[in-house]
């Protein structure tokens, strides 16, 4: 099947900058990854594991930078 929808879009004559001539590009310069992704049955078509897993380092930086950036932007708007 996977061989079959790509020989279906290599038929396919669309010009470049419509939406089916990007969606076409798109298809095909994602088909290594794509085939990569069949032939191993242990990645994931996603990465939502691993955002989830860092999002509360992101939160805590963004805190801390909140922190220490408030009483700085406090002083520029005094001094104006």
Known sequence: MFDQFYN???GIAAL???L???AIH???SQRKYLARYLLDG???ISNNRAERSIK???IG???VLTLFMLP???EVGETA
């Open 26 to 28: 798109y298809a095909k």
């Open 72 to 74: 700085n932007i406090a």
């Open 8 to 10: 279906w879009i290599e």
């Open 56 to 58: 509360p380092f992101v």
């Open 42 to 44: 242990r990645l994931e």
């Open 16 to 18: 470049p900058n419509t």
């Open 61 to 63: 930086r963004n805190y």
């Open 20 to 22: 089916l001539g990007k």
